[in-house]
């Protein structure tokens, strides 16, 4: 079992950044990727971006690419997501997420955080 708690989130212009937080805790050795999804007012939530927990493969949605980048830093249980350029869409609830493989679902989750832009 992996426990999952986001921070960060707020309030920003358009054009502005943010850096999202996830630390990690509990069962970290069964964890072979992170992932990052968002969910707009009155719609599904969609994937942002994922990395390897040891390693350093990463994928992007194609609305983020060239503006968020994943990262993580494993001494200190964190995974990031540094967001720039950010734009009204894409506002939200931020969610962190972890799976144990490639081929398995995101089954573990964090409360998730508030990212408004405003224009």
């Known amino acids: 079992q992996v426990q999952l708690v986001e921070s960060g989130g707020g309030l920003v212009q358009a054009g502005g950044s943010l850096r999202l937080s996830c630390a990690v805790s509990?069962?970290?050795?069964?964890?072979?990727?992170m992932g990052w999804f968002r969910q707009a007012p009155g719609k599904e939530r969609e994937f942002v971006a994922a990395v390897q927990w040891n390693g350093y493969s990463t994928s992007y949605s194609d609305s983020v690419k060239g503006r968020f980048t994943i990262s993580r830093d494993n001494a200190k249980n964190t995974v990031y997501l540094q967001m720039n350029r950010l734009k009204p869409e894409d506002t939200g609830i931020y969610y962190c997420a972890s799976r144990q493989s490639s081929s398995a679902e995101y089954d573990n989750w964090g409360q998730g955080t508030q990212v408004t832009v405003s224009s």
């Open positions: 509990g069962r970290t050795f069964t964890t072979s990727y």
